[in-house]
Each structure stands twice: as C-alpha cells, then as structure tokens.
C-alpha cells in the first residue's frame, strides 16, 4: 500500500516520532498531508515538543510569520500557546531583528508589548538603547507600552536616551503623556544626572525645557546636577559649558539645607574658573553662603583644608591659590570681614594657616579690618603669637606687624603673650610698631602687670634685655 493511501490517524501516529522539522518535510510532499499534519506540526511546535525544539522551532515559526506579516499564521499559533510555552516576553527577543511592519502584525495579534524578560528590559527600552527611533515610534504608539518601567538593574527609557545622547528619542518619550522625567535610575541617577555626567550639553538643554523637571535632585550620593557639573568642569571645557547653562537656570539652588554650598566646593578645589561662573549667576547668587560652621567661601579658599595652602614646593601653586582667592574677592559682594562661630575672620584663618599669599590679598583690601576680635576677645595678633610656639609663622607676622592699621593700643596682650611664652624673636617683631608700648599694663589676664614685669617674675633676662630693663634686671 502506498503511504499516500494510509489512514490519517496512522500518518498522524507516525509523526509522533518524528522531530517538528521531520513533520514539515513530511506536510510538504501533498496537499493533503499539509492539510492533515499543518494542526499537528503546530501542536509539537508550541506545546509537545521538548523544551529545546519549542525554542528554537517554535520561535522560528512565531518570527517567520512575524517577518511575513502573516497574522492568520500569527493567531494560529498563538491559539496552539505558543506563548505560555516561550514566554510572554517573546518579543524583547523579536524586536531587534523585526522591521516596525512585523512588529505591528504581533501587537495586533495580542503579543504584550510591555512584558518584561528575566533582566526586566522590555521590547522598549531594548529599542531605546539601540536607537531604533521608528520601533519606539511605534512601540509608544501603542496603548500596552509602560514608559516608566524599570529594568532589573534600575535601568529606565529616559535614562538609557540620555546615555545614548539621541535627541528624536528623547523627544518622543518627552512628548508621551505618562513619561516621569524625574525617575529614578541606579544609584539614585536621573535623566539629567546622566546627561550632565556623560557631557551631553543638547540633551541636558532639552531636559531643561520641561517645566517639571527637578534640577536639584540628588542622587546616593548626595549630588545634584550642578556638583556633578562642576566636577565635570574641573576636567574639561564641555564641563565649563554645560555649568554655565545650568546656572542660568532659575530653578538650580546653590545652597541646600544641611548639605555645603557649591560655591565651598569650588573655592576648596581651587576652581576660580567654576567659581567666576557660579558669581555671575543671573539669579542674585548669594555668595557668602555659610556651612555648618558659619564659614564663606573665602575661608575655604584661605584655611587649611584648601589643596593648595601651605605648599612651599612651587611657585605654580602659589599662583593658583592665587588665582583662586582672587576669582572669589572679584565680586564685590565678598565680604572679607565674615566671621564664623568663633569669631574668627578670613584673614585670621590665613594667618594661623601661615598662608602668606592670602594675608597679602586681604591686607590689600581697603575694607579689611586687622582689628577684630574672636568671641574670646582676641585679636589676630594675639592668635599669631600664641601660633607662633608651634608653628614658623614669623614672615606672616612681620608682614601684620607692619600694616598701618594694626591698633597696638587698644589692647597689649600680644606683647605680653609675648613675654609670656619667653620669644624674644616675637618680641623684636612687635617692638618695631611705633605705637607699642613697653609700659602698658593689662589688667585683665596679667593682673595688671606690664610685659617687663612678667618677663621678671618668670626670670627671661633674654626677654628683659629686649624690653631695654637689662639693669633693672641685674639689681634684683
């Protein structure tokens, strides 16, 4: 008997043993075996075959009537579950060898456009990270598309557009009804996170255009756009750019509640090229902002925790402290006299500090006062000359002492420190003032003694020698 003769349910029982591509040779030699084994071949396709037959058969088969637009073939072998058997994500596997024509027959056949895979990307965001700007068109065109939807590793749409730099993307996601541009990706980035810190200034100008945009959110680690931007703009001109549009903006706030200023940032770093732009905001930028210890910018740039104070290794530093210090006092609304919750000043912090540079910039100012006094009724000269047992500071001294506006007779306790602490290098440094004098008494600290007398009383020849009262010295 020939084959072509057998029963159905014989050649249907034979097929049983037969692979998913054993049975379509088989369907192909008549039109009546096509006709008998078309149901069957589906059947082992989507469901009975093995795991691995159903991958890699019932894929092809599904992406094959894709490709054809076949959507008859399509519901077929959606009726058959096809889908339960490769997974409701079928088409995140799809999408990037699919034209947008295909791609269209599946969702209209009831693929879901926005199931995710095992990595939680989704037919969209695998278009969107491979610019394929007409399928994201399409995609979110379609009523079942989650804009929003976050990948395993926190990954979202906007996010990856803004990595990319693809401005027609980025655009359509702006333009979608739902899109948040202010979620939130890995390590608490956002969209504009991502667009200062990949450089991308296009990008970052649309995202600016939006009137819900958050410009001063942070991420984990506590960063706005604007610190990211002047990190970017220590490193590079496209920073410098991209900082100067931000700061334009009148939404950026320079200073944050419990969080220093930007303006510390840059006068710590030694940025006078940041700092020159963040002055020149058109929005009033305060810039004495204070940080937890009530301390300006200005001190930064003086204090000890600036990058360059106290480095005597080169002559380039000292020109970009300089530089530095130079950039903040630029602005005349500067206020050189601040003082912290000490009471110290700024010019005090760089004498202590033993910047010699910053001490000759304050003390060029018309406006300094060299007089002021801490809240424990100190003055800096006072201060210097009880830094100076620890410390080599005497060039910054000399350099104070020799200031016309230095009051040596509102108050003596520096030359009685002086004598105090038995420095007769001090001494001769403050004997030089032509308003010292030598017979003043102190009544408070010093129980109303005079420097000569404490010099006694300790038994420092070398001291009263100094002070000129050698032979009163001698007769006691």
């Given at each position: 008997?020939?084959?072509?003769?057998?029963?159905?349910e014989?050649?249907?029982?034979?097929?049983?043993y037969?692979?998913?591509?054993?049975?379509?040779?088989?369907?192909?030699?008549?039109?009546?075996?096509?006709?008998?084994?078309?149901?069957?071949?589906?059947?082992?396709?989507?469901?009975?075959?093995?795991?691995?037959?159903?991958?890699?058969?019932?894929?092809?088969?599904?992406?094959?009537?894709?490709?054809?637009?076949?959507?008859?073939?399509?519901?077929?072998?959606?009726?058959?579950?096809?889908?339960?058997?490769?997974?409701?994500?079928?088409?995140?596997?799809?999408?990037?060898?699919?034209?947008?024509?295909?791609?269209?027959?599946?969702?209209?056949?009831?693929?879901?456009?926005?199931?995710?895979?095992?990595?939680?990307?989704?037919?969209?965001?695998?278009?969107?990270?491979?610019?394929?700007?007409?399928?994201?068109?399409?995609?979110?065109?379609?009523?079942?598309?989650?804009?929003?939807?976050?990948?395993?590793?926190?990954?979202?749409?906007?996010?990856?557009?803004a990595?990319?730099?693809?401005?027609?993307?980025?655009?359509?996601?702006?333009?979608?009804?739902?899109?948040?541009?202010?979620?939130?990706?890995?390590?608490?980035?956002?969209?504009?996170?991502?667009?200062?810190?990949?450089?991308?200034?296009?990008?970052?100008?649309?995202?600016?255009?939006?009137?819900?945009?958050?410009?001063?959110i942070?991420?984990?680690?506590?960063?706005?756009?604007?610190?990211?931007?002047?990190?970017?703009?220590?490193?590079?001109?496209?920073?410098?750019?991209?900082?100067?549009?931000?700061?334009?903006?009148?939404?950026?706030?320079?200073?944050?509640?419990?969080?220093?200023?930007?303006?510390?940032?840059?006068?710590?770093y030694?940025?006078?090229?940041?700092?020159?732009?963040?002055?020149?905001?058109?929005?009033?930028?305060?810039?004495?902002p204070?940080?937890?210890?009530?301390?300006?910018?200005?001190?930064?740039?003086?204090?000890?925790?600036?990058?360059?104070?106290?480095?005597?290794?080169?002559?380039?530093?000292?020109?970009k402290?300089?530089?530095?210090?130079?950039?903040?006092?630029?602005?005349?609304?500067?206020?050189?006299?601040?003082?912290?919750?000490?009471?110290?000043?700024?010019?005090?912090?760089?004498?202590?500090?033993?910047?010699?540079?910053?001490?000759?910039?304050?003390?060029?100012?018309?406006d300094?006062?060299?007089?002021?006094?801490?809240?424990?009724?100190?003055?800096?000269?006072?201060?210097?000359?009880?830094?100076?047992?620890?410390?080599?500071?005497?060039?910054?001294?000399?350099?104070?002492?020799?200031?016309?506006?230095?009051?040596?007779?509102?108050?003596?306790?520096?030359?009685?420190?002086?004598?105090?602490?038995?420095?007769?290098?001090?001494?001769?440094?403050?004997?030089r003032?032509?308003?010292?004098?030598?017979?003043?008494?102190?009544?408070?600290?010093?129980?109303?003694?005079?420097?000569?007398?404490?010099?006694?009383?300790?038994?420092?020849?070398?001291?009263?020698?100094?002070?000129?009262?050698?032979?009163?010295?001698?007769?006691?």
């Amino acid at each position: 008997m020939s084959i072509l003769n057998l029963p159905n349910e014989v050649i249907i029982s034979v097929c049983r043993y037969l692979s998913p591509a054993e049975i379509n040779s088989f369907s192909k030699t008549c039109l009546h075996f096509s006709v008998t084994l078309t149901s069957h071949l589906n059947d082992r396709r989507c469901r009975k075959a093995s795991f691995d037959e159903i991958c890699h058969y019932g894929f092809r088969a599904l992406f094959l009537a894709a490709q054809s637009c076949d959507e008859d073939l399509i519901r077929s072998l959606l009726s058959e579950g096809i889908v339960l058997s490769l997974g409701r994500w079928v088409l995140v596997d799809m999408v990037n060898w699919l034209n947008e024509e295909s791609i269209t027959s599946l969702l209209r056949c009831g693929i879901d456009a926005a199931y995710p895979d095992s990595e939680g990307e989704t037919p969209l965001t695998v278009a969107v990270w491979n610019s394929s700007e007409q399928k994201v068109r399409m995609l979110l065109g379609h009523y079942g598309t989650e804009v929003n939807i976050s990948t395993r590793n926190g990954q979202r749409t906007l996010l990856l557009a803004a990595m990319k730099g693809n401005l027609p993307i980025i655009r359509m996601l702006l333009g979608h009804l739902h899109i948040d541009i202010n979620a939130i990706g890995p390590r608490g980035a956002t969209a504009l996170h991502m667009a200062v810190l990949n450089g991308e200034f296009r990008v970052m100008e649309l995202l600016l255009e939006s009137e819900t945009i958050d410009v001063n959110i942070v991420d984990e680690y506590d960063r706005t756009p604007l610190l990211l931007a002047m990190q970017l703009a220590s490193e590079s001109n496209k920073g410098l750019a991209i900082l100067d549009r931000l700061v334009k903006d009148a939404r950026v706030l320079f200073s944050h509640q419990d969080r220093l200023p930007v303006l510390h940032y840059a006068a710590c770093y030694a940025q006078p090229m940041i700092t020159r732009i963040l002055q020149s905001s058109p929005w009033n930028c305060d810039v004495n902002p204070r940080d937890l210890g009530q301390r300006t910018p200005l001190f930064y740039a003086l204090g000890p925790g600036n990058l360059f104070t106290g480095d005597k290794t080169g002559a380039i530093r000292a020109i970009k402290m300089k530089e530095n210090i130079d950039a903040i006092l630029e602005d005349k609304r500067v206020d050189v006299n601040a003082t912290d919750i000490w009471g110290y000043t700024p010019l005090r912090v760089a004498a202590i500090a033993g910047n010699m540079t910053g001490v000759k910039i304050l003390l060029s100012r018309k406006d300094i006062d060299v007089n002021v006094k801490c809240k424990m009724g100190k003055t800096n000269l006072t201060a210097l000359i009880e830094r100076a047992q620890f410390s080599d500071i005497l060039e910054v001294l000399r350099t104070i002492v020799a200031d016309p506006r230095l009051d040596f007779r509102g108050s003596y306790t520096a030359l009685h420190m002086a004598a105090y602490l038995n420095k007769r290098h001090l001494l001769q440094i403050l004997l030089r003032h032509p308003d010292v004098d030598v017979h003043a008494h102190h009544p408070g600290a010093f129980d109303d003694r005079t420097a000569i007398e404490i010099a006694i009383d300790h038994g420092f020849p070398d001291i009263v020698h100094v002070l000129g009262y050698e032979r009163y010295y001698s007769g006691c």
